[in-house]
Nanobody
């Protein structure tokens, strides 16, 4: 499966942004989908994930209550709605796919899209 993330940009503190990740070349509906981010000088970290059925969702503590992951299997797209953005949310955001969610380590996710930059200015 090929993934393409878009929707990043520059936003002020407290603002909102919605990222999208479009999938192609595979059966989107069988993949659990996730979002990760990587800030300069830091390791890539888990942000959120949603199962193929949509029944299970997972969030990093740092974004719980502010970010929402959703998916539309009819459009082969997963979204990340980001609200109440903080400067520490500044990073390159990546979408990822795995057949069965096994954890939050990047190494557990075999399929990746290119990143999209999110910058939160204070």
């Amino acid at each position: 499966v090929q993934l393409q993330a878009f929707g990043g940009g520059l936003v002020q503190v407290g603002g909102s942004l919605r990222l999208s990740c479009a999938a192609s070349g595979g059966t989107f509906g069988v993949y659990d989908m996730g979002w990760f981010r990587q800030a300069p000088g830091k390791e890539r970290e888990f942000v959120a994930a949603r199962s193929w059925s949509g029944y299970s969702t997972y969030y990093a503590d740092s974004v719980q209550g502010r970010f929402t992951i959703s998916r539309d299997n009819t459009k082969n797209t997963v979204y990340l709605q980001m609200n109440s953005l903080k400067p520490e949310d500044t990073a390159v955001y990546y979408c990822a796919a795995v057949r069965y969610y096994q954890g939050r380590l990047p190494s557990q996710w075999p399929h990746w899209g290119q990143g999209t930059q999110v910058t939160v200015s204070s």
